[in-house]
C-alpha cells in the first residue's frame, strides 16, 4: 500500500463501528501494516463486540476523545447523526487529519460539515460505497465488502486535492472503483436508483401490513414480492434520514414515478393490449440489457 | 399414485409446454406409472425440444387433435390465448375430461370457460400454482417445480366435485400443498401480492429506462435495484395478459398504492421524521415477520 500512496492513515478512526464502518476498518487493515484503529460507537455492545472481533484496536466512548491524534477519520453513523458527529469532533481533530464520510446523501452531508467544520472543512471528502446488505453492526462487516464495487466521491469546492487522493487510494486499496462526481448529480443519480425503490418497496408492504387480511395475503406472496420488498426489510432510521435529507430529488421522483403509474391505469381503463405490452416490453428490454451489462 | 386418486390420468395433454406445463409433466411422468402425454404448443422449435427432452411422449400442432382421447387436458398458455385454445379444443374433448388451467388470473378465465365449454364447463377445474420463475420455456421446466409450493384451486360453481378431488390429488403429488378459495378471493388476493409488485417493477424500469442518462443510472443502480426490478424481466405479453384480465382488482389497488406514496410525499414536505419514521418502521416489522414465518 506505502507504493500506492504517499501517507497511508496511521491512525484511523472509525465512528460508528457497522457494517460499513466495520468493513472499511478490515479492508484497510489487510491493506497497510501498521494501521491503528480506534473505534467509537453509540451501541456499548456492537462497539465491545468491534474490539472483540478485532475489527478495532481501541474502544472509546466519546467521539471527540476517539479523533484525537488520528490522520483519517471515517464518519459512519446515520445521516441523521452526522450533525451532532461533527459537533463532537470538530475540536479534538488535528490540523491535518482528513475527515470522510460513507453517506447514502452527500448535498445535506457537505452543507453539515461547511458550516460545522471550519477550517477543517477543506480536508474533508465526502464518499459513499456502493455497498451494504440490509443487515447491519459490526458483526455482519466483512473485508471484502467493497471489493469491484463502485465508490463515489464529491469532492467539495476549494477542498484541498491530496485528502481526496489519499481517499480513492485508500478505497483503491479496499478493491473499490472509485469515481467522481458533483454533489448535485449524486443525489440526483442516487435519489432515483436507490432511494426511489426503497420507498417505494416500503409503502407496498406498509400497503398490504395495514390491511385487515395482511397474514393472509403474506401467506401467498412468493419470491417475486419477496424480492421486490427485500429492501424494506433495510433499517427505518436509516431510510428515514436518506428521506429527509434527499427530500427535494425524491418528492420530484416520487411526481414523475406516480405519473407512469397514471399511465399504466389509463391503459389498462381503456383495455390498451399494445399500449400495455410496449411499456412493459420496453421495461423487460431495459432491464435484461441492464443486468446483463453489469 | 394409485393409492392416492380414483383415477390418475393415463392420457394427458399439455397445451402449452412452457415451463408451467412442462413442469406438470415432468411432475406427473414421475407421479405416475404409465400416462402418456400429448404436448401441444405454438412453438415448434419448443414444442420439439419438448419431445426431444421427453418430457411429452407425443408432439401434436393442433389442440384439437391434443385433446383427443385425453382424459386430462391441461391449458399452460398465455392468459390472452385462453379463449382461442378453448375454441379448438371444446369440440373433440372426451366426455368426461377433466380440463384444468394454470392461469394467474381467475375471473376472466372462468368466464371464457363457462361461456365456451358448454357441457364441459361443469368438468373445468380453474387452478393456479404459485412457482415459476422470470424465465420460459420447457427447458426451464423441471419435476419438482411445485415441490413444497401452494396450489389454489377456485372451484366453479354447480361443478362436479370428482374433477376437483382428482386435480388435488394430482398436485399434491407435484408435491405442492392444494388450497380452495372462490375466484373473486383468488383476484383480490394475487392482484395485492402478485400483479401490483410486478406492474410497480415494470413502471421504475420503464421511468428510468426513458431518461436521457438512462445507461448512466443503471451503471450506478446496485444490489437492492436489482432485487426490486428482477420482475421487470418477466414477459410482457404475459403480464399485458394478466393486468388485463385483472383490471378491476389492478385499478383499485393501483389507486390505493397511489394514496400511500401522496401519505409519502407529505411526510416528506412537512420533514416529519417521526411520522416518516413509523412508516418505514412498520412496514419493516411487517416484512421481517413475514420472512422468517414463509
Redesign the interface.
Known amino acids: 500500500m506505502s507504493d500506492l500512496i504517499q501517507k497511508p492513515p496511521q491512525r484511523l478512526a472509525i465512528i460508528g463501528v457497522g457494517l460499513i464502518g466495520g468493513s472499511f476498518a478490515l479492508a484497510m487493515r489487510e491493506a497497510t501494516r501498521d494501521v491503528h484503529i480506534v473505534g467509537c460507537d453509540r451501541d456499548e455492545i456492537n462497539l465491545a463486540a468491534a474490539r472483540h472481533l478485532g475489527v478495532i484496536n481501541s474502544a472509546v466512548h466519546e467521539a471527540a476523545a476517539a479523533v484525537h491524534g488520528a490522520d483519517m477519520v471515517l464518519i459512519a453513523v446515520p445521516v ?1 447523526q452526522f450533525e451532532s458527529v461533527l459537533q463532537q469532533i470538530t475540536p479534538t481533530l488535528s490540523s491535518t487529519a482528513i475527515i470522510t464520510d460513507v453517506g447514502s446523501t452527500k448535498g445535506s452531508i457537505v452543507r453539515s460539515a461547511q458550516a460545522i467544520l471550519g477550517s477543517a472543512f477543506k480536508r474533508f471528502v465526502p464518499g459513499h460505497p ?4 440490509e443487515y447491519s453492526g459490526v458483526r455482519a462487516a466483512r473485508a471484502d465488502l467493497f471489493r469491484n ?2 465508490v ?1 466521491l464529491t469532492p467539495v469546492e476549494g477542498g484541498d486535492k491530496l485528502p481526496c487522493e489519499i481517499m480513492r487510494k485508500c478505497w483503491e486499496a479496499c478493491g473499490a472503483q472509485v469515481e467522481e462526481m458533483s454533489v448535485l448529480r449524486h443525489d440526483a ?2 435519489g ?3 432511494h ?15 390491511r385487515v ?2 397474514d ?22 436509516m ?2 434520514d436518506i ?2 435529507a434527499n ?1 427535494d430529488v ?2 420530484l421522483e ?5 405519473e ?2 397514471d399511465r ?2 389509463e ?3 381503456q ?1 390498451n ?1 399494445t399500449g ?2 410496449e ?10 440489457s ?2 446483463e ?2
Chains 1, 2 share one sequence.
Open positions: 441523521g456502493i455497498a451494504g446488505a464495487r463502485s463515489v443519480i442516487f432515483v436508483v436507490s426511489l425503490p426503497h420507498l417505494l418497496s416500503f409503502a407496498l408492504v406498509y400497503d398490504i401490513a395495514t387480511d395482511a393472509t395475503l403474506f401467506r401467498f406472496a412468493a419470491s417475486g414480492f419477496r424480492a421486490f420488498t427485500r429492501i424494506a426489510g433495510s433499517s427505518p432510521e431510510w428515514r428521506g429527509l427530500r425524491l418528492l416520487i411526481a414523475r414515478y406516480r407512469h403509474l399504466l391505469s391503459l389498462l381503463t383495455q393490449a400495455l405490452e411499456f412493459l416490453r420496453l421495461a423487460r428490454e431495459a432491464r435484461r441492464w443486468a451489462n453489469s
